[in-house]
C-alpha cells in the first residue's frame, strides 16, 4: 500500500522530517503524467513529484535521512514502456523502486511480455505466470487491521479495507483508481491485497 502525495500540506511534509517518519511509500504508476494519469485519474503527476522534492528538501534542512522513500509502481501495457526512466528518476530522488503485478489484466493488460520479464525484476510479466513459476500466490489477503490498526491524528481508526477500489462502469471503459476518496464512490469490501513476504511489522515508526 502507498500514499499518493496529491493533497498533502507542506507543513505535514515537513513534519514528516521532523518527526522521524520511518518509511513512506509512494504510489506513482507511470513515469510521464501520461501514464500516471491514465490510471491514478485526477491525480497530478507534477506535484507528486514537486511534494517528493519537497520531502527531499527538508531532509536536507533537516540532516535527516527520513523518512526512506520508495516509488512503487503497479506494471500496465501503458506504463510497462516507462520502468527504465522510472528507475532512473527514483535515483535521483534518492528513492528505491518497487514494481508490482498488474491484479486487473482486464484493464491495459502488458504489451511486450518479454520487456516486462526483464526490466520488472519478477523474472515473470502476469500473476498467473508468477504462480506457475513460482509454486506460491504473488499475493494474499489483507490483515493490516489486524496487524498494523492506524489511528488518525483526530482520534478516529483507519483500515485499508475502507479504501475505495477501482471503479469500472457497466460500459466496460475504465475509470481508474482515485487520487483522492470522495463519497460517491462506494466503500471497498473485498479483501485487499499485500506483496509477497511483506513484514508483518509496522514501519510507521517514530524515531525518538
Known amino acids: 500500500n502507498g500514499v499518493n502525495l496529491n493533497t498533502v500540506r507542506d507543513e505535514t511534509l515537513e513534519n514528516l522530517v521532523r518527526y ?3 518509511f513512506l511509500s509512494v504510489s506513482i504508476d507511470g513515469a510521464s503524467a501520461e501514464s500516471y494519469e491514465k490510471y491514478r485519474v ?3 503527476f507534477d506535484r507528486v513529484m ?3 522534492r519537497r520531502i527531499n528538501y527538508y531532509k536536507q534542512k533537516y540532516q ?3 523518512p526512506m522513500l520508495q516509488w512503487q509502481f503497479i506494471i500496465f501495457g501503458h506504463n510497462e514502456h516507462e520502468i527504465p526512466k522510472a528507475r532512473l528518476l527514483a535515483r535521483e530522488l534518492g528513492m528505491k523502486l518497487r514494481t ?3 491484479h486487473t489484466p482486464v484493464f491495459s493488460p ?3 511480455a518479454e520487456f516486462v ?3 520488472g525484476g519478477f523474472g515473470v510479466a502476469s ?3 508468477f504462480r506457475a513459476k513460482k509454486k506460491l500466490e504473488y499475493s494474499f489477503p489483507c490483515s493490516q487491521m489486524w496487524d498494523n490498526p492506524q489511528i488518525n491524528w483526530d482520534g478516529a481508526y483507519f483500515s485499508d479495507s475502507l479504501i475505495s477500489p477501482i471503479a469500472i462502469p457497466a460500459t466496460g471503459d475504465f475509470i481508474g483508481t482515485p487520487a483522492s476518496i470522495s463519497e460517491s464512490e462506494p466503500p471497498q469490501t473485498e479483501a485487499i491485497e499485500l506483496e509477497p513476504l511483506d513484514s508483518k511489522i509496522s514501519l510507521t515508526i517514530r524515531i525518538v
Do not use: H, P
Request: no cysteine; proline share 0%.
Open 127 to 129: 500473476r498467473d505466470e
Open 42 to 44: 485526477r491525480g497530478n
Open 50 to 52: 514537486e511534494n517528493v
Open 117 to 119: 520479464r526483464r526490466q
Open 64 to 66: 535527516s535521512q527520513l
Open 20 to 22: 522521524g517518519f520511518y
Open 110 to 112: 502488458v504489451r511486450n
Open 100 to 102: 508490482k503485478l498488474n
